[in-house]
């Protein structure tokens, strides 16, 4: 869940109102977020730099809330939107109506996309901020929820990118295109020297904030571009703005744009960002439009602050909840969270008929009313009650089953161990001494480690990896794991099948393996499904990589079937591992035994 840090006493001037601590946690907890830190920028700075509490650290002893809210509520990911939305949740204040100025289609500032755009980001959406009155902490809450937004909804900026500018330094119109990176120079913001854009991608590896973003074009044959009517550079995104157009304490106008490779997304931020610092414009809650043109002549203009109605019956959102309330009452507790609500009766039953807001993207659906109808309500005024329909569930029989054979393994003296799944292509083949012929093994695409290339098709590595790590404990080793395996199988939708496992592992001076095959003898004899019969042999000797020759077999029922295999672990496999003690395995198939 994002955090969002805002000064105390900026945030209860910002609300109106002024509380103590117990009731401010209170208030968050009715509205669904969380208080979840109280501290100062002073500690802040000797937590970052790791400086003991009686440090010398710049900065002031200024109460620092951090607020825990709910990652779809882009909206209150700054104070200006945090403090709105309280405003309206206790009564101070009614939500406000957001609006487009009137600006006719003629002289609305335009954004010309070029086609080659395409090819990378093939978005842009745009909006301009009128008379915006900053001070230091409106344009630190400013630059902090581009930063949080294109941490969350933007993920690190590979969906949309923002940009803003100072419009009064620009000469529109606009144009986005897409250059090869020799051809693009610019300054970049906080510098004074003109790059190239191959040239910067070089000089920003070793920036610790912007060399996360490089990956998202460097590889492309061109690079997405904004420029003014007079070449000036606004941004390369996602990775810089020009230092030309950069905004600062004096900007009146400010000029937007995100370009995105997804829009609705683009949209969603686009409309975050103006909603949430429209309140400072000289007309307040007023937004300029700005027409964006496509290579191929379609014109669209953003950005939409329009409300969208959604509809439900009464009874669909006090159902889920298990409350009764008349439809006044859950009318207001609609306005409170910013839905402005109204009711009307369709075919004799009420109706709730809700309109939207911009900054409320959360709702999607007649569900979410229900939630903050719960919200609004509190969620501990719901009655507590069973749910009507109770279903009952039980265990699955394989696990039941694996448990009684985890019981009797451990009657025998082993000792449980839990190991990864995934596996090494050398620990799950060559150190086997076995060879990787493409058809069992499932290969993660983009591994983050060597250690996990694969998915074990066997549970013998991760035991033999487990017994190196413990090398040192006295002898007899005796560990077992009840765990799944996976192979390729193209009879399945996924194009592969788990498949449940025994392994035991017995290490000591000797081999063991009369150990070994006794601990055989007793599953075999506790297992009573009535399709598994053993007859009297069910040992076949086999030739195995991984075990010494005629000291290993595989377990058979008496139709054939091969249910598992046992054998004295070959040497060179022990020295691979590192394990200088003679070791017996075996490993069962559960499922066939179930």
Not at 50 to 60: K, P, Q, R, S
Not at 383 to 392: D, G, V
Not at 459 to 483: A, Q, W, Y
Not at 576 to 587: A, L, Q, S, Y
Request: aromatic letters at 8%; proline letters at 6%; hydrophobic letters at 40%.
């Amino acid at each position: 869940m994002p955090t969002v840090s805002v000064g105390r006493d900026r945030l209860y001037a910002a609300i109106g109102l002024t509380y103590a601590l117990e009731e401010f946690e209170a208030l968050c907890f009715e509205f669904g977020i969380e208080l979840d830190d109280v501290t100062t920028e002073k500690a802040i700075i000797r937590k970052e730099k790791h400086l003991e509490d009686d440090g010398e650290v710049e900065g002031d002893d200024e109460v620092i809330y951090k607020i825990e809210v709910a990652a779809n509520r882009y909206d209150l990911l700054c104070l200006e939107g945090l403090a709105r939305a309280l405003r309206v949740f206790t009564g101070t204040e009614a939500s406000p109506v957001y609006r487009l100025s009137a600006v006719s289609r003629g002289s609305m500032l335009q954004m010309h996309v070029k086609p080659q755009t395409s090819q990378i980001r093939p978005y842009v959406v745009c909006a301009v901020l009128r008379g915006v009155t900053f001070d230091e902490a409106r344009y630190n809450s400013f630059i902090d929820l581009q930063d949080k937004l294109h941490q969350n909804i933007c993920r690190k900026r590979t969906l949309v990118a923002i940009g803003t500018h100072d419009l009064d330094t620009l000469l529109p119109p606009f144009t986005y295109e897409a250059l090869p990176p020799d051809e693009i120079n610019f300054v970049p913001l906080k510098q004074e020297e003109s790059f190239r854009a191959d040239k910067l991608m070089e000089f920003y590896k070793s920036d610790m904030k912007l060399k996360k973003f490089l990956h998202i074009i460097e590889n492309s044959p061109v690079y997405p571009v904004i420029y003014d009517s007079n070449r000036t550079v606004l941004s390369l995104p996602p990775i810089i703005n020009g230092a030309h157009s950069a905004i600062n304490l004096t900007t009146r106008n400010v000029f937007i744009e995100c370009t995105a490779t997804d829009l609705t997304k683009a949209k969603i931020v686009l409309n975050t960002m103006v909603t949430g610092f429209s309140e400072y414009c000289e007309n307040k809650f007023e937004v300029e439009p700005v027409e964006v043109v496509d290579h191929d002549g379609g014109k669209s203009v953003y950005p939409d602050l329009s409300c969208y109605k959604m509809e439900a019956p009464l009874s669909d959102i006090l159902g889920p909840i298990g409350i009764s309330l008349d439809v006044k009452q859950v009318v207001c507790l609609l306005n409170k969270m910013q839905l402005q609500a109204e009711s009307h009766s369709l075919k004799g039953e009420p109706w709730i008929s809700v309109s939207v807001p911009p900054t409320r993207s959360d709702i999607l659906h007649a569900r979410d009313l229900v939630e903050d109808v719960a919200i609004a309500y509190g969620y501990n005024n719901v009655p507590k009650s069973k749910p009507k329909c109770m279903t009952i569930g039980g265990r699955q029989p394989l696990n039941r089953f694996s448990d009684k054979i985890r019981a009797e393994v451990a009657r025998a003296g082993y000792m449980e161990v839990l190991t990864f799944i995934l596996s090494s292509q050398e620990e799950n083949f060559d150190m086997l001494n076995r060879t990787d012929d493409k058809s069992k093994a499932v290969i993660i695409a983009n591994p983050r480690t060597s250690e996990f290339e694969v998915v074990r098709t066997s549970l013998m590595s991760c035991l033999l990896k487990t017994l190196k790590h413990n090398i040192d404990h006295p002898r007899p080793i005796k560990i077992f794991e009840v765990g799944d395996v996976v192979t390729l199988d193209p009879s399945r939708d996924v194009g592969a099948s788990n498949n449940r496992r025994l392994a035991a592992l017995y290490c000591n001076r000797v081999s063991g393996f009369e150990e070994i095959m006794g601990l055989v003898d007793s599953i075999v004899k506790v297992v009573r499904a009535p399709h598994v019969n053993f007859g009297e042999k069910y040992y076949v000797p086999t030739n195995e990589p991984e075990f010494f020759p005629k000291r290993q077999c595989k377990i058979v029922t008496s139709d054939g079937k091969q249910v598992g295999y046992l054998g004295v672990v070959h040497a060179e496999v022990l020295r691979k591992f590192g394990i200088p003690d003679p070791c017996t395995f075996v490993e069962m198939d559960i499922e066939a035994l179930l």
